[in-house]
C-alpha cells in the first residue's frame, strides 16, 4: 500500500531537525484539514509520531551540546578565580 504521505518522505530517522519539523508540520495542517479517510489519517498521524520523536531526539542533543558547553565555560571561569 502506498499512501499520499509516503510521497517525497524519507526514513524518518535520515532527516535533519528542519526537514522533520516541516514536514511535521505539513501533516499536522492536513490532520486538521480533514478531508483523508481513516486509513490516511491513520498514517498521517503515525507519520506525525515519527517525526515528533526526532525532533524530540535532535532538541534533547542541541540541549546536551549546551549544557556541556556551559559546564566547561564554569569550569574553565572557576578555574581562573
Known amino acids: 500500500m502506498t499512501s499520499k504521505v509516503?510521497?517525497?518522505?524519507?526514513?524518518a530517522e535520515s532527516l535533519g531537525y528542519?526537514?522533520?519539523?516541516d514536514e511535521l508540520i505539513e501533516v499536522v495542517r492536513r490532520l486538521e484539514a480533514g478531508g483523508t479517510t481513516?486509513?490516511?489519517s491513520?498514517?498521517?498521524w503515525e507519520r506525525g509520531e515519527e517525526l515528533a520523536k526526532v525532533c524530540r531526539r535532535w532538541l534533547d542533543g542541541a540541549r546536551a551540546r549546551l549544557?556541556?558547553?556551559l559546564?566547561?565555560?564554569e569550569a574553565e571561569e572557576e578555574g581562573r578565580e
Not at 6 to 11: F, K, S, V
Open 6 to 11: 509516503d510521497e517525497g518522505a524519507g526514513t
Open 18 to 21: 528542519e526537514q522533520a519539523r
Open 38 to 40: 481513516l486509513e490516511e
Open 42 to 44: 491513520l498514517a498521517l
Open 67 to 69: 549544557d556541556a558547553a
Open 71 to 73: 559546564a566547561e565555560e
